[in-house]
C-alpha cells in the first residue's frame, strides 16, 4: 500500500511513501516503549537544550519546511513562514518550560505532602492535514518537555513536514526512538494507536466524529485523551464597534487557510442596526482578499485541501450567495471567497463546512447575540467587537466557548491556553496549561514522627 501526496493548488504528484500498516505502528511503539527509561532520565537542563536545538534547526530550516508544507497543503508561502516561526517558537517556549513545571508541598498533619509530575510514557499524536506542522508541535513540544517518547501519526494527505521535522530532532540530539512517525491510514495506523495497550494517551485535532471514535477507544485501555475538534465560531459585531475594523479583519478569520481552520469564524453574527452597513463593508473587504498561487508572497488565500472536501464545501451552498469572489480555473482544488446570508438554523450555521464561506447572521441586542453565539453543538473561538469594554467582557463571560478575543481575531498564541467546551473538545494546548495534558501527578506523603 502507498500515501500518494498532492499538491493541491496543481494536482501534481509531490511523492508517493510506503503506507504503514498495525506491524509498523506496533514497531513504532516498541521503539517508543524502549526509549522512554533513558528519555524521561535526561535532567531537565539537558531537555531544554535539545527542544531548544531543536527551535534552532526548525528557523535555520525556516524556508525548507515552509515550502513543503506551502507545496503539501496548498497554503500560501507568507502563512506558511509565519507558522513555521510559530513553531520554532513553540519549542523555545517548552524548552524553556521543563525545569518550571513545578510540583508542589501541600500542608498535612504529621509530616511533608509534595507532589510529583511524572511522564505519562508513549503519547500517540495524531494530526490533520490543516496545519500539520504547527499543530504536530503544540503536542511534540510540551510531551517531550513532560518526558513522554512519542508515536506521531501526521494526516495521510500531509506527511511530509512532520518526516522532516523528525529528521530535525534527530540532528538536534534527541536519541533515536523518542520521537517515531508513522505514515499510514487514520483508521488503521490511528486506530492502532488508540487501542494500542503500550500507548498512555492520545493526543488529537480533527473532527469531531473522529474525536468520538477516539474517545470510545480509548475507554479500553483507560487512555487519556486531549481532543481538539470542530468549530462553529461566532464573530459578534455589536452597533457601536468600530465597523471599518471589523468588516476589514472579518475576510481573514474566515478565509485564512481557505477557512479550513476549526477556528474560523464562520458565523458573523451582526447587530440589527449595524446589518446593512457592515455586509457592505464585508463585502468590499472580502472582495480583495487575493486568492490564487500560493508560492506568490502576496497571495493570501490558496485552494481547499482535496478534489473531496472541495463536494463538501460546495454541498452547503444550496442559493445564490450574497458574494462570491473569484478563483482561479483549472487545475488545483478552488473556491471562491462566499458570503450568505442565514439563520442560526440553516445547515450552514450548524455544521462546520472547513472551507471558504461565511453566513451572516443577524441578532436584535446583547442578549440575542449571546443566545445565538451559544446555539451549537461547538465551543471552540470567537470574537466580541464593540467599544464598550464591560459589554465585552460580559459577553466573553456569557459565551461559551474556550479561546475568545476582543476587538481581535486571533485565537492562538504560544504562551496561551488554547482548546473547546462542549462538542470543540477537552483538555488545553499551549502555553504552561499544555504540560498538563502530559504528565501524571504523583502525591507523595512523607512522615516526619518517629
Ligand atoms: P479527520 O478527523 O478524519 O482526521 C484527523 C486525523 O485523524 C488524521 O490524521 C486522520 O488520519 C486521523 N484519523 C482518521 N480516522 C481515524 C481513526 N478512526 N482513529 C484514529 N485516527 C483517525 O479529519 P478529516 O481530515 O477527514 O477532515 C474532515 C473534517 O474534520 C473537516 O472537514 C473538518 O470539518 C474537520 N477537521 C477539523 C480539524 C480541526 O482542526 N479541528 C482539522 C481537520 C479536520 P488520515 O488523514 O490518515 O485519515
Known sequence: ???????????????????????????????????????????????????????ALVEEHGEELARIESENVGKPISGARGE?????????????????????????????????????????????????LNITSWKLGPALACGNTVVLKPAELTPLSALRLAEFALDAGIPEGVVNVVVG???????????????????????????????????????????????????VIFADADLERAAAAAPYAVFDNAGQDC??????????????????????????????????????????????????????????????????????????????????????????VFGPVAALIPFDDEADAIRIANDTPYGLSGSIWTRDGARALRV????????????????VRVSTPFGGYKQSGFGRELGLHGLEGYSEVKNVYYSTEG
Request: with cysteine; aromatic share 6%.
Open 1 to 55: 500500500m502507498t500515501v500518494t501526496v498532492v499538491n493541491p493548488a496543481t494536482e501534481g504528484v509531490i511523492t508517493t511513501l510506503e503506507s504503514a500498516g498495525v506491524d509498523e505502528t506496533d514497531a513504532a511503539v516498541a521503539r517508543a516503549k524502549e526509549a522512554l527509561p533513558a528519555w524521561r532520565a535526561v535532567s531537565p537542563k539537558d531537555r531544554g537544550t535539545l527542544l531548544r536545538r531543536l527551535a
Open 396 to 411: 466573553a463571560r456569557a459565551l461559551e466557548t474556550g479561546v475568545l478575543s476582543i476587538n481581535s481575531n486571533s485565537s
Open 84 to 132: 513555521v516561526g510559530m513553531v520554532a517558537d513553540v519549542f523555545h517556549f517548552y524548552a524553556g518550560a521543563v525545569d518550571k513545571h513545578h510540583g508542589e508541598t501541600i500542608p498535612v498533619a504529621g509530616g511533608i505532602d509534595l507532589t510529583l509530575r511524572d511522564p505519562l510514557g508513549v503519547v500517540g499524536l495524531i494530526v490533520p492535514w490543516n496545519f500539520p
Open 185 to 235: 491510514k487514520g483508521s488503521v495506523v490511528g486506530q492502532r494507536l488508540v487501542e494500542h495497550p503500550d500507548v498512555a494517551k492520545i493526543g488529537f485535532t480533527g473532527s469531531t466524529e473522529v474525536g468520538r471514535t477516539v474517545m470510545k477507544g480509548a475507554a479500553d485501555t483507560i487512555k487519556r485523551v486531549t481532543l481538539e475538534l470542530g468549530g462553529k465560531s461566532a464573530n
Open 263 to 352: 477556528c474560523a469564524r464562520s458565523r458573523i453574527l451582526v447587530e440589527r442596526s449595524a446589518y446593512d452597513d457592515f455586509a457592505q463593508l464585508l463585502i468590499d473587504a472580502t472582495r480583495n482578499v487575493k486568492v490564487g498561487d500560493p508560492t506568490s508572497a502576496d497571495t493570501e488565500m490558496g485552494p481547499l485541501i482535496s478534489a473531496s472536501h472541495r463536494e463538501t464545501v460546495k454541498s452547503f451552498i444550496e442559493a445564490e450567495p450574497l458574494f462570491r469572489g473569484d478563483a482561479p480555473d483549472g487545475k488545483g482544488y478552488w473556491y471562491p471567497c462566499t458570503l450568505v446570508e442565514a439563520t442560526n438554523d440553516d445547515r450552514i450555521a450548524r455544521e462546520e
